[in-house]
């Protein structure tokens, strides 16, 4: 009877995880024209993105975009870092790396308060923030550095988390801002009925569907 116990409770963890890892495939295998966007498929949020073409999602045809800050303020903050750690800082001290990445940060406070109209005016936000993003990683490496090992790969770690954490706390704050704007729409955040992400819910929907449907073929 335990022995049997066991093994329901293995298959259903086993079953559990197949679910997870079945879900997080079809959602990145129909998702990835929201992943690169990072908002609804609608004209309210068409200065949030950089426009690249259209794909076909299910039966129908969506605008392909790029989130402007994500690709913008990202790639730069990668470039700046790279540039900084493998000149040695150009000898700027870890302190005066954080400063200058903290108030090149502070862009994107002007986006966040929603001061920002227009696709160009958003991307000139975005590039002092990804200097800034930059200038602030180097600042964490460039500190640890000075420390004794093991010293040095714990201060490290320690320091990325509470920059990451930072990073999710303004991420929150622009995940707010787009709950708050949808709102204000008639559809009032009801994302599956919406024009903007109501088909992508729909197509993700039916392919979970098919997916249990195969799977149970199967057993």
Request: some cysteine; charged content about 20%; aromatic content about 14%.
């Amino acid at each position: 009877m335990l022995k049997a116990c066991i093994m329901q409770g293995q298959m259903s963890i086993k079953n559990d995880i197949y679910g997870t890892i079945r879900e997080a495939f079809i959602g990145i295998k129909y998702g990835w024209p929201l992943l690169l966007r990072h908002h609804p498929f609608c004209d309210d949020f068409r200065y949030d993105v950089f426009p690249i073409g259209y794909t076909k999602l299910g039966d129908k045809t969506v605008p392909e975009s790029l989130c402007i800050g994500c690709f913008t303020a990202y790639p730069i903050g990668l470039f700046t870092f790279l540039i900084l750690i493998c000149n040695a800082y150009f000898g700027i001290p870890f302190y005066l790396l954080f400063g200058i990445g903290v108030l090149l940060g502070l862009f994107n406070l002007i986006s966040i308060l929603g001061h920002t109209n227009g696709r160009v005016l958003k991307t000139l936000v975005k590039i002092p923030m990804g200097f800034g993003l930059g200038f602030t990683a180097a600042s964490i490496t460039s500190f640890s550095s000075l420390l004794a090992v093991p010293y040095c790969c714990i201060s490290g770690c320690i320091l990325f988390m509470a920059f990451f954490t930072v990073l999710s706390f303004f991420s929150s704050l622009r995940l707010l801002k787009l709950e708050k704007h949808c709102e204000r729409c008639a559809y009032k955040k009801n994302w599956k009925e919406c024009p903007g992400l109501g088909h992508l819910h729909k197509v993700l929907e039916e392919a979970k569907s098919n997916a249990q449907k195969k799977r149970e073929k199967k057993e």
